[in-house]
Structures are given as C-alpha cells and as structure tokens.
C-alpha cells in the first residue's frame, strides 16, 4: 500500500529530505517511517551537522527538531536561511511542545510550518507533501514572476494600476523602465503630463477627462518626451475597475514603449500607401482619400472634384532620354503638381483635433496613379469653375521647361475633370469619367483641359479598350495572317501570296482597317509588323516542306518600320531562322508613306535590296509619286491600286489610268501586278491592257495558310477555274511576265501599250 | 502478544514499530531500535548524572524530554510518564523539587532498560529458531 506512487501530487518522485533530531530513536524510527513513504532522507544527528550538510548540497525539505542540545533548532532555522539557496526552502519545526510560545518562536526564526512530534507518521508525511507542493508552486510562481518581468523587460512593458483620488498610478518597476525612470521613482500625473509635446497636452488631458466621466477603457499611443531626450511613443492599455455600483474604483493596465514597432508601421504605411518615386500619394491612397471625400460631401452637401492628369508624349521622353530622365521628370512634374493644390501628405482623422469637422480638408492631394498618370483630388468643390482653376494652374506649371539628362524638357498635360455627384456617385466612376475627359483632351490635340460630359463617354472608352486588347493580342496568340494569292493569268500559276493580318478577338474575326489604323496611331504596329515578318517566314517553311513554295510572301510594313535601323537584321534573322530565301518576303509599302516619309525611308530600301528583299509599292497611283525618284528607287514592283480596278470597264479614265501604270512600270522595268481584282470583265481588261499579274476576289478570297494548297491542288492545277481558259491561249505575251526584273527593264514589252489602250476605249 | 512477551513494553507502539517495515523484516527492526534505546538509555544516564551533579536544571530537562519521546516510540510508557513530569518540573528549574522524581526517572529508565533487553534476547532466540 505504502508505496511512493501512492503518494502522487508529487513530480519529484523521491524528495530528498533532511532530518534533524539528536535522540538516535527518533531520528532512526522518523527515517525509517519517512523512508517507507518515498522520501529520500539524510540524516543529521545535530544543529551544526545539518548546516554543514545544507552548505554543499540541497535538499527540498528539511525536517528539524525544535529542542536539541547545543544549538537546538531554532538557531539552526535561524542561521540556514541565511545559506544561500535555503531562504526559501522549506522548513518543518519537529516540536514535543505544542504550545504557543514555540510555535511563535519557530516561525520568527523562519520556519515554514512546525509540527508536534507523534507516531502518527501518515500525518507527519501529508504535511511534508502539502509543504512541498506549496514550494513547488511557489517557486514557480517566483519563476513566472521573473519571467514576466525579463518578458515585460524585452518587450519594455510594464503594469500599473490607479485609485481613485491617488496623485500618481502606482508603476511597476518594469513600467517605470519604460518611462526610463529608476525602480523607485514617482511619477505623478503631473509629471505625465509634462512629458507629452506641449500642443498634445490640452487634447490629450481632454481626452483623459472624457474617458474618466465615461468610466471608458484607454487605448492610446502617446507621444511622450522621455530622459534620453527623444520622443517614444508610449502605448497605453487600460481598463476599469469598478463596484458592483457601477462607481469607479480605479484602472489597471499596461504601458509600453511602442516606438520601433510605430516607426516599422509608419514605414508599411508608407510604403502601402505613398509611391516611392515621387512621394505622392499612391492609387490606393487615393482611393482611400476619395471615398472618405464622397462621405463627407454627401454629409455636408458639396461637390468633390477629380482631376485626371496625364502627361502628353512622356513616352517618347522615355524612349530617347532614358528611364532614369523620365524618373527624374516625373519627380519634379510630381513637385509641380503638388503646389498647384493644398497638398496634405497626412490625413487628419482625429475629430477631436483642432481640424473638427473640417478634417475632410485635409484629404486635399496629389496622387500618382502610376506611370505618368496624377489624380489631384479636391475634396471641396463648390462650382465646377473651382476645378477648372486648379486645372489651368496646372497647365501654367507645365509651361516651363523642365531639366533633365542635361536637356531641358518641354512637357505638357491633358487634364479631364470629373465632379461628385454630377459626374459619378463613386470613385469608380469618378475616375472612369476623368479618364473619358481626359481622353477627349487628348483627342482634341492635347495640352488642355476639359470637363466630363455625358456625350464624350462611348468612342474613346471603346477606342481605349480596343487599344489595351491590342496590346495583349500578340502575346495571347490572337493574330493570324490570311494569305491572298496573286495570279498570272497567262501562265495559270500562282506567282506569290499577299499576307494580311487578322485579329481573332474572341469569337470574332476582326478585320485590319478596325485595329490596323489603331496600331498605327499607337505605336503598335512595330510589334505586329514584326510579327507577321517572323510569321510569314515560318509559314513560307511549311508550304516548302508541303508543296515545294518557291513563290514570294508580300507583308505590308508601314513607312515607320522602314526609318528602323534593324529591319534588315530582322528579316534576315526571319529568313535565315527558317531556312528560307531572302527573296521569298517581297515587302510592301504603300506610296504615301513611301513619299511621305521618302529619306528615311530610301536606306533601308537598299540594303533590303542588297540581300535580296524586293519592294513593291502598294496602293499605287493614289500618292503623288515623284518620277523622278520612282526611276532611282530600289523598287521592284508596282501594285496598281484597288479603286482603279474597280471602276475598269466602266470608266474610260480608270482604264487610261492602269494604261499609263502599266506603261510607266514597263519602260522602268518593274513589275505590275492588278488588286482588287473581282470579275472576270476586269480580269480581261487588265489582260488587254498588259497586266496579267493579279490578285482579287476573282481567283481567291484571303485564306488561312493550311487552305493554300488544297486551292492549288483543287483549282489551279487542274485548271478548274473560269479565269484559266481565255489568258492561257495568248503565248506571246507569256515569256515576258516569266522574265526577271532585272532583264525585264531592258526587254521590250510583249504586249504594246497602244492596242491595249485601244482595246479598253473600246470597250467603254 | 502478550504483556510479559513484550516484557512490559507497550504491544501498540511495538505493533506500530513492526508495522514500520513491511517486508516481514519488522522484528528486525525493532531489535535495532531497541538495542539503539539501550545504548541511547546509557548515555542519557550519564548525562543525567554529570546534570544532577552540576545542578544543572536545562540540561536535566534537555535529558528528559529527549528521553520522552524515545521511551514512548519503544513502548516505555511508564519511563515516558516520568519523563514528561520531569520535563514539566525542570522547565522552570525548580531542579530540588524534582530531585525524587529525578531519582524514579532513573529508576524508569534502568528498567526499560532491562525491558528492551529482555525483548532483543526474547527476539534473537526466536530469530536462531527461525
């Protein structure tokens, strides 16, 4: 029954006990009994054995017996807790008395709990447990206490608690730490008081008033001047305590010195809240800011102004100065902006401030939305001429040329205006409605201002959406070329394909003339005419492969992608990459912007040349060619435009028109080849005429690259087609077309201009 | 047992001693204890006697109170008894009212003396037989 386990509660298993007792028997029978009962005992037959024993080693009870001869055991008590590590051990006084005095006598001298002498041993050993569970918690709590106060060290916190009616709380010394004050220091609220930033004190002492009457918790990070002479700020945690009543018996809390964690805040604010360019508020700020300007002017019943600002032609400041001169553009338009409004970086939000009700004043800003895109939001409008001061006061700050990469700059802004409510019940729709006035500025050439109006929603937002769709239509793998073959009618050969971009958008199919003068304005043509260079290289591959192509692939480049000075590179890259002939890309520039753009444009033309990429000039006839150049140009063919064809047979100007092309390009030596081409009456004319060179709905719609051979196989070659028959029969015009250009400008024409053109009076 | 099979030592404290050790090996102990209450009774007379002879009252009760509650924990009521009275008496020195009971404490103890080694003989024989 006795065993050790018996006794639970006990985490030590076997306690280590010291016993005491000068009578042999009882220390022989009290160890025996002891021992029985899992203690672990060491005995001492004397006062002065039990202390030299307690100096090298401890125990963690110690049983002693009151009446001993020579030093009896209350000296011994007397003097072990002065050993270190005994003043709290525990101690039980064994006593044969059982009178007051004594047990008195054994407490002054620090014994734990005494006990009268009896055989009684079960109840000698409930009592040794009791006392070493109760060590064992206080130790704990000893251990908990030291702990909490390293804790509330490392974490510069400390407690206190306040009384009604007392003059100062009563601080820990942990929290005294926290006001870098020493362990004993009083701190009155006077004091306190004292501590915080002078124009904090009347508000601060306000709000400590209102929170006593309202017997309130206090959560407040305060400012506060401390000994080192730096301002901390102080964390303040505090509840109530009160009677049953309801009446304020007082508050205990926390302080804590908040300051790293309120600077590293400060910093997360900052950087969620402000760009790191410019300074400005960012797009979420500003988001922020607008909504909290909604709430107020729809509380107090006046307008909010939104002002979109968007910097005109920053991009190409960008491209030719460098991003680091456009950051640097960007901070000082950013400085501009900013004094053209009451800019507040911080946002008042305290009521109780001296801002009051008027705190919504202080959301007035400048914003970056991102790019070269500012929002200068005005929470206050009373007419909608407010804002259009604020507007022209920006674009007078634009005027002056701005510094920077060591040039001076000259930059202007398109402003749009939206008002709340007029414009827009949100900022959502605030911030749609400035863009869309914006865009209309933009549209209208730029540098100026305007107010939304109702009626400028639709084409460009429409317009923009497209633009951002184009945007992204390359790398979604949205485009695709169509090809459209180009026929010689005379040999019923396929002698090229035209290729013409289309835009899967979705479930539609959009045409070019939709996005292709979209692309252009934009910029976006770059990108997609290098595309559709790589991509006709790799397709003219795969019909090698396929069928033996060994024609040429017409793309269509804009002028702007001549003026480049690694178009060469990028088409041989193209060709070279795919394993393909120079000459299988012909590339064609329509005449106007071959002339318009003519000397920037003539370099290219003859290093394309040089390797072996021939031009043709599209859209001919409608520019104002200079013969002159046309007789220098490296040109290679002349695509007679689309209108002249359509009115062929029909008008007897068209027909003089395609007479006199076709003549000039034969006596230049170029080839001539007809677009546009739709029936069969054109087709004939053309014949007449010497063009047999043609490309038209007649023979082919545009088709998708894998529908390119079964045309062939299906039609072509078997001579399926209505347009096959007649061209064929004439043989003496067929050598001529087969001819190089190069011979071709030396060789006589096979068919005459004189009887075509009589031929095509005639038929009109 | 039996009063005379404990020659006159109390059967409930020598049960309680036994009781002590639960292995079976109680008599065992109780030798031990006696045989340490005898040489314990041996010095204590002699201290008794040097005390009585300085007249020295503290040290005469220093003798009887140890000698208490020893005799009690072996079952020597009757020396126990005297000790306490002894005990009582020599707290306030009144050491020349105490000296006939001085003289019976002595008495007491030489007899619980023979008491204890009666019993250890009485316990060793029954040891050899086991």
Same mark, same amino acid.
């Given at each position: 029954?006795?065993k050790s386990q018996?006794?639970?509660g006990?985490n ?9 007792d000068d ?5 022989l ?23 030299d024993?307690?100096?090298g ?15 009896d055991?209350f000296?011994?008590c007397?003097e072990?807790?002065?050993l270190p590590?005994?003043a709290?051990?525990p101690?039980?006084m064994l ?6 005095a ?5 407490y ?9 002498k009896s055989?009684q041993?079960?109840l000698?050993?409930?009592r040794?447990?009791y ?10 709590l000893e251990r908990?206490?030291n702990?909490?106060?390293r804790a509330q ?17 009563d601080f820990?010394p942990q929290a005294l ?7 004993d220091?009083?701190?009155s609220?006077g004091?306190?008081v004292?501590?915080?930033p002078?124009?904090d004190?009347r508000?601060?002492r306000?709000?400590l ?7 309130a ?5 305060? !400012?506060?001047l401390?000994?080192?002479?730096l301002?901390h700020i102080v964390?303040?945690?505090a509840t !109530?305590?009160t009677h049953e009543?309801?009446?304020l018996?007082?508050?205990?809390g926390?302080?804590?010195d908040?300051t790293d964690?309120?600077?590293a =805040?400060?910093?997360?604010r900052q950087l969620?809240?402000?760009d790191?360019l410019?300074?400005?508020p960012?797009?979420n700020q500003?988001?922020e ?5 909604l =709430?107020s002017a729809?509380?107090m019943?006046?307008q ?5 600002i968007d ?5 190409i400041?960008?491209?030719t100065l460098g ?8 901070i ?8 053209c409004?009451r800019h507040?970086?911080?946002v008042s939000?305290n009521q109780?401030?001296s801002?009051?009700?008027?705190a919504?004043r202080t959301?007035?800003?400048v ?5 070269d895109?500012f929002?200068a939001?005005l ?9 259009e ?7 007078e700050?634009m005027?002056?040329p701005?510094?920077v990469g ?5 930059v ?5 205006i939206?008002?709340?409510p007029r ?10 409605n ?11 050439g730029?540098?100026?201002a305007?107010?939304?109006?109702p009626q400028?929603a639709g084409k ?5 959406e497209?633009e ?7 790398e979604?793998d949205?485009?695709v070329?169509?090809y459209? !073959?180009k ?11 035209e290729?013409?971009?289309r835009?899967k958008r979705g479930n ?5 003339g939709?996005f292709?003068?979209?692309?252009e304005e934009?910029?976006?043509?770059r990108?997609?005419s290098e595309?559709?260079?790589? =991509? ?7 019909w ?15 002028s702007?992608?001549?003026d ?17 002939p120079h000459h ?12 318009k753009?003519?000397?920037s ?5 003859h290093?394309l040349n040089?390797i ?5 000039i ?9 013969l002159?150049y046309?007789?220098t140009?490296p ?5 007679i ?8 047979g029909?008008t ?10 076709i003549?000039l390009?034969?006596?230049?030596g170029?080839?001539?080849i007809?677009?546009?081409v ?5 087709m004939?004319?053309?014949h ?12 082919s719609? !545009?088709k998708p690259?894998d529908e390119?051979?079964?045309w062939l ?10 347009w096959i028959?007649p061209a064929?029969t004439?043989e003496?015009?067929?050598d ?11 060789s006589?024409p096979?068919?005459?201009a004189q009887?075509?053109q009589?031929a095509?009076n005639?038929a009109? | 047992m039996s009063a005379?099979?404990?020659c006159g030592?109390?059967d409930e404290a020598?049960r309680?001693v ?5 292995a079976?090996?109680?008599d065992?102990?109780l030798?031990r ?13 002699i201290?008794?006697?040097?005390a009585?002879a300085?007249a020295?009252?503290?040290a005469v009760?220093m003798?009887?109170h140890t000698l208490?509650?020893?005799?009690a924990?072996?079952?020597?009521l ?9 005990e ?7 050491l ?8 019976k404490?002595?008495?007491?103890a030489?007899?619980a ?8 003989a009485q316990?060793e024989?029954?040891a050899?037989i086991?």
């Open positions: 029954m006795r018996h006794h639970g006990n030590a298993a076997q306690p280590r006990l010291l016993l005491v009578d042999e028997v009882n220390l029978l009290t160890s025996i009994a002891l021992r029985e009962r899992g203690f672990v005992v060491t005995e001492a037959a004397s006062g002065e054995q039990a202390l024993t307690l100096a080693w401890q125990p963690d009870v110690v049983v002693l017996d009151a009446l001993m001869p020579g030093m055991g000296d011994t007397r072990l807790r002065k590590g005994c709290s051990l101690v039980l006593t044969g008395l059982d009178d007051d004594s047990i008195n006598h054994a002054e001298v620090g014994a734990t709990d005494f006990f009268v055989n041993w079960s000698l050993d409930g040794l447990r006392l070493l569970r109760s060590s064992r918690t206080r130790i704990e908990s206490e702990s909490l106060a060290d490392l974490a510069r916190m400390g407690s206190f608690e306040w009384f009604v009616g007392a003059s100062a709380p820990s730490r926290v006001f870098q004050r020493e362990p220091a009083q701190l609220f004091t306190l004292r501590m915080l002078k124009e004190r508000g601060k306000a709000m008033a209102e929170t006593l009457e309202t017997v918790p206090l959560t407040r990070d305060i !400012p506060m401390l000994p080192d002479g301002v964390h303040i945690e !109530p305590e009543s309801g009446e018996i007082g508050y205990s926390i302080v804590q908040v964690r309120w600077n =805040e400060h910093k997360i969620a809240n402000f790191s410019t300074g400005l960012n797009r500003l988001i800011r607008t909504e909290r300007a =709430e729809r509380r019943g006046h909010v102004g939104l002002l979109l910097l005109d032609r920053f991009k400041i960008n491209d991003h680091a001169a456009g950051d640097e553009l960007l000082e338009v950013a400085r501009r902006l900013r004094s409004v507040c970086d911080q939000d109780i401030d801002m009051g009700a008027r919504f959301l007035e800003a914003c970056r939305l991102g790019g895109e929002v939001l929470p206050e409008v009373i007419e909608e001429h407010d804002a001061v604020v507007a022209n006061r920006i674009l700050q005027r002056n701005i510094h060591g040039q001076e700059c000259f202007s802004a398109s402003v749009g939206a008002l709340f414009d827009g019940a949100s900022v959502a729709d605030l911030l749609r400035s863009d869309v006035a914006m865009f209309a500025v933009k549209a209208q730029r540098n100026a305007a107010i939304y109006r400028l460009g937002r429409e317009k923009l497209l951002s769709a184009l945007h992204k239509a390359i979604r949205e485009l070329l169509h459209q !073959p026929v010689d009618v005379r040999t019923a050969r396929m002698v090229g394909v290729a013409l971009m835009w539609t199919l959009v045409p070019p939709d292709i003068p979209l692309a934009t910029g976006l043509i990108p997609l595309w559709a260079i790589r =991509e006709a290289a790799r397709q003219a591959r795969v090698v492969d396929s069928f033996g192509f060994s024609e040429s692939i017409a793309v269509n480049l804009p702007r992608m001549f480049r000075g690694d178009l060469v590179e990028l088409i041989h890259e193209a060709v070279v990459q795919n394993r393909v299988t890309l012909l590339l064609e520039i329509t005449e106007n912007s071959l002339m753009d003519l000397h444009v003539i370099p290219s033309l290093r040089e072996g990429v021939e031009i043709s599209d859209d001919f006839g409608t520019g104002y060619s200079s002159a046309l007789t140009l040109i290679s063919e002349l695509k435009d689309r209108g002249f064809i359509r009115d062929l029909m007897p100007q068209s027909s003089a028109v395609v007479t006199a092309i003549a390009a034969r006596s230049l170029l080839r001539v007809a677009e546009g739709e029936t069969r009456r054109q004939e004319v053309l007449r005429l010497g063009c047999s060179v043609m490309q038209g709905y007649l023979f719609k !545009p690259a390119i051979e079964p196989k299906d039609t072509v070659l078997p001579k399926l087609t209505s028959g064929v004439d003496s015009a067929s001529s077309t087969r001819q190089e250009p190069a011979q071709s400008r030396e006589k096979a068919v005459s009887p075509q009589r095509s005639n009109n | 005379t099979q404990n030592l109390d020598l309680r036994r009781g002590l050790d639960p079976g090996r109680g065992q102990l030798r204890l006696l045989c340490v209450f005898e040489k314990s009774i041996d010095r204590m007379l201290q008794l006697e040097q009585r300085a020295d009252a503290k009760h003798v009887a208490k509650s020893s005799s924990a072996v079952g020597a009757a020396l126990s008894r005297q000790c306490a009275l002894v009582q008496l020599t707290r306030e020195s009144r020349d009212e105490a000296a006939d009971d001085v003289q404490m002595i008495h007491e030489e007899a003396r023979e008491a204890a080694r009666r019993l250890v316990l024989t029954v050899d086991a």
